[in-house]
């Protein structure tokens, strides 16, 4: 694949390494090893304010909660600790600090210090020049980290009960219904 | 009998066939004892995670490296994550061997129940087209049994597990008892006609799968319809699919004559040479590694298709030195699986306006179109195809950030079809199981080495399989079809079978006609290691139905005092 010059570098890491092996569905009443807010284990505050200002530009609290709302940045830093193997990790925290670095270069501010605005419209360019293009076993940071963004806000309670049409126990299957213009994803609990 | 430990029939494993000949054996009447190495997983009690959401898990759908340590060989399972790992062995503690270059998975389900709870619910007959393979090419020992002999015990078996499917009339794909089947979307019904008014040979049908769709009330004890939450691999708190918790051992122990003892694993089995019979097991407890013995008129071996084989290896003896019943030298050859990981998909346009209700648990399938009639293709054997369509759903892979880009998140995504397909494996004399006495496990048995991999046969239809899911998925229709050939490792599949072949000649196989031992009349092996070919489809159904029938032909001798 040709990979053409992105407007920022690119750290790549295995796609295999970090995504899930689906990208889930989701359910009902919690208890047990629900993560609350805790300290964070790899990630230090400066790194954890990077990644809830790039996640929160993606998926904003709109009538549902944001990214960082559902802590999103809290369940990285888990991953970071009990499921990325080192190698993945270093290139995770190498990407998202590289991705500060091109920001300041490109803006000349560091990603968080940007207005509301300012976020999107460089995200919105850098998203563009990542994503419309195909990868195989590699995928560049900024590919790695939506992906994971949007899939753990989908597995959180809220980020799925209020957005989704959330329907644990459907019952019988149904082959054709019709879908409206508000219609949104049906989803269970199977993950 | 009256000694301490006797019943009248041992069974070794309490997994999908095990559970059967409790069944069966109860209902008769015998004393029926039942060990399992593994602990009991008692039906909905023991489901532990059945209603969890993906937040309740501390890593949700990510396998931690720790779980990727102690279960790195299980954990490669399509349906391994939090959810279901309780219903996998620890690889640490189960250790197998393969060589570097060939490698192989054995995944493994040690609880009573054992992978039933596991299963992919597939629910097929075979053909006499199947049972007829290897004596027309020339691989493997012709099957002593055909189709007439085992109908009536597919018919016995998916009448009380209860099958969902259609009825074809196709000699190759032998009808059933089957429920409705479960409905087809509107995508599937569209690339159905398409793929039907192309070709002559084939059709697009419901799969055929062990799920209640639409039952009386009582008509399985307990067990109610499919939900279609398709979070079967929890176990299933409804019984809306076959499970030997759900069904069968529950059906055993409503006799009051089942005996099941959990982690207790076999040590050897008790050979009387002055009579020629197996009159019981030496055993240890998997926990306390106390060792004790249990004794039978009849032991029935059900423990997966390695595991019984490694069990008849190392109750050598004198009289069977290279295992016991033996004598024919093929136990531990012809090792076989599906071989799989070739499919493709395709984006259907124009039913954007139309949705599903239901996580359906089972897809479509395209049954065997190659060598049907003759033998047409420069690969022997054939292959099945299996898919269905759905739309997609949270896609992250998208363009687009921000407010606008969250509500599109949230909305149903393009149709996509699939297909994936299943080819039959020759059985290979060279595909084994041995054991290495040089390395033990902790409980200080041989550990089993497992050499085996596809072959040119297999390569040639792969080949053939990868080039039919594309013609296919155009001749759909589809659009921006995508196809991928990937890895062929033995035992991904999950269908492991062969290693204690039935066949009609003594020389050259394990287990005759009513997967009895040539060698040892009392001793039978009813699960995936009695099969002298694999077909393409899925052979539970097999090894059940072989199973209920070889209880019957034991139980009329029992009758007569044989045993």
């Known amino acids: ?191 | 009998m009256g000694r301490k430990n006797s019943y009248d029939v041992l069974v070794v494993g309490a997994g999908m066939t095990g559970s059967w000949a409790a069944k069966e054996f109860t209902e008769k009447g015998y004393e029926t004892l039942v060990l399992e190495r593994g602990r009991e997983v008692k039906h909905i009690e023991d489901y532990t995670t059945t209603n969890k959401a993906p937040w309740e898990y501390k890593h949700r759908n990510y396998d931690s490296k720790k779980v990727k340590e102690e279960q790195f060989m299980q954990s490669t399972k399509y349906n391994f994550d939090a959810s279901s790992e309780q219903f996998f062995v620890n690889d640490k503690d189960h250790p197998i061997e393969s060589p570097k270059d060939k490698p192989v998975r054995w995944f493994r389900g040690y609880q009573s129940g054992g992978r039933s709870l596991l299963w992919g619910r597939g629910t097929y007959r075979m053909s006499d087209h199947d049972f007829k393979r290897n004596i027309q090419d020339g691989n493997g020992t012709d099957w002593p049994i055909r189709y007439r002999d085992i109908a009536p015990w597919y018919d016995y078996i998916e009448e009380y597990i209860g099958v969902s499917g259609t009825n074809e009339n196709l000699d190759h794909y032998p009808d059933g008892k089957y429920l409705p089947p479960f409905e087809m979307n509107v995508v599937e019904k569209a690339v159905k006609t398409k793929l039907e008014d192309h070709y002559t040979d084939r059709i697009l049908v419901p799969n055929r799968v062990a799920h209640l769709t639409k039952i009386k009330p009582g008509q399985f004890f307990g067990r109610s319809a499919c939900q279609t939450r398709d979070m079967c691999h929890t176990g299933c708190p409804f019984g809306g699919y076959f499970s030997s918790n759900s069904s069968t051992l529950p059906a055993a122990k409503r006799t009051g004559k089942l005996t099941l003892v959990s982690n207790t694993i076999i040590d050897t089995l008790i050979y009387d040479e002055k009579n020629n019979k197996v009159i019981g097991v030496t055993v240890i407890d998997s926990i306390t590694k106390e060792k004790s013995e249990y004794y039978a008129r009849v032991i029935f071996l059900c423990a997966s298709t390695l595991a019984t084989t490694g069990i008849l290896m190392r109750s050598n003896n004198a009289t069977f030195p290279n295992g016991l019943a033996n004598s024919s030298g093929v136990l531990g050859h012809y090792l076989m699986d599906h071989h799989k990981n070739v499919g493709g998909s395709g984006i259907m346009e124009g039913f954007e306006n139309k949705y599903y209700k239901g996580f359906r648990p089972a897809g479509m399938v395209i049954p065997a179109f190659r060598n049907i009639k003759n033998q047409e293709k420069d690969f022997l054997r054939s292959y099945g195809v299996w898919g269905g369509a759905s739309r997609v759903g949270i896609n992250p892979d998208q363009i687009g950030i921000g407010k606008e880009f969250k509500e599109k998140l949230t909305k149903p995504g393009v149709w996509k079809m699939g297909l994936y397909a299943y080819g039959e494996c020759i059985p290979y004399y060279e595909n084994k199981v041995e054991m290495d006495e040089l390395k033990k496990d902790k409980w200080g048995f041989p550990i089993l080495k497992i050499t085996a991999d596809f072959k040119e046969n297999e390569m040639k239809m792969r080949k053939d399989m990868k080039e039919q899911v594309y013609e296919m998925l155009e001749v759909m229709g589809l659009k921006d079809i995508k196809v991928h050939v990937g890895s062929h490792i033995m035992g991904d599949s999950t269908h492991l079978v062969g290693t204690a072949r039935m066949g009609k000649d003594p020389k050259t196989s394990v287990l005759n006609s009513f997967n009895q031992s040539h060698d040892i009349p009392n001793l039978f092996v009813t699960d995936g290691s009695c099969m002298p070919s694999i077909s393409y489809k899925s052979p539970s159904l097999t090894f059940m139905a072989l199973t209920a029938r070889a209880c019957d032909y034991a139980a009329k001798k029992m009758e007569k005092r044989e045993f």
């Open chain 1, 1 to 191: 694949m040709e990979r053409r010059e992105a407007v920022i570098k690119i750290s790549w890491i295995l796609k295999s390494a970090l995504l899930a092996p689906t990208i889930l569905t989701v359910l009902q009443s919690c208890q047990e090893q629900v993560l609350n807010t805790r300290d964070l284990m790899v990630l230090n505050d400066e790194q954890d304010d990077l990644i809830k200002a790039i996640a929160d530009t993606i998926l904003p609290r709109t009538e549902s909660p944001s990214a960082s709302d559902v802590k999103v940045d809290i369940f990285m830093d888990l991953l970071l600790q009990d499921v990325f193997e080192d190698e993945v990790k270093q290139k995770f925290l190498q990407g998202l600090s590289q991705f500060d670095v091109d920001c300041q270069s490109v803006t000349g501010h560091r990603f968080v210090d940007l207005i509301e605005s300012d976020k999107y419209t460089y995200l919105e360019k850098v998203d563009k020049e990542i994503m419309e293009q195909e990868y195989d076993d590699l995928v560049p940071f900024y590919y790695t980290f939506k992906h994971l963004t949007i899939t753990i806000y989908f597995t959180t309670e809220q980020g799925v009960k209020q957005n989704l049409n959330y329907n644990p126990i459907p019952g019988s299957y149904i082959g054709e219904v019709d879908l409206g213009p508000d219609d949104k994803i049906i989803i269970g609990n199977k993950m």
